[in-house]
């Protein structure tokens, strides 16, 4: 079993800590989904402190490889804001769109679906 799918399990099963030891040194050397992982768990403060500053740096080296969960979560941080980072729609449509040709198919057309929501 590679230390991805040993990282991947680790993470399924919320050993947390087992999990970030083997996925950040694949993060590290360039692994865009264990990038997104060790970047989910810094958002959420899974087995780490939380800090919505490296989990934006972590996003944006998967993101920039064409890994649109990445880009789809980097969206979501812009849309709302969060610790020390501002709500910034105009970037949250641009990792929406980058989400979208990357394949992800669950991203909304725009962060106006917000608007929509609360007026319907």
Not at 7 to 31: C, R, V, W
Not at 43 to 53: D, F, K, P, Q
Not at 87 to 103: L, N, S
């Amino acid at each position: 079993m590679s230390d991805l799918a040993k990282g991947l399990a680790a993470f399924n099963t919320q050993n947390y800590t087992q999990a970030f030891s083997l996925l950040k040194p694949l993060a590290e050397q360039g692994n865009a989904e264990s990038q997104c992982i060790i970047a989910s768990m810094y958002h959420l403060g899974l087995g780490v402190e939380t800090s919505t500053i490296k989990a934006i740096q972590w996003y944006i080296k998967s993101a920039e490889q064409g890994y649109g969960v990445a880009s789809n979560n980097l969206a979501g941080i812009y849309l709302c804001g969060a610790d020390g980072v501002a709500a910034d729609r105009t970037q949250a449509d641009h990792w929406f769109q980058k989400a979208r040709e990357q394949g992800f198919p669950h991203t909304p057309i725009s962060s106006d679906y917000l608007n929509q929501a609360i007026i319907a």
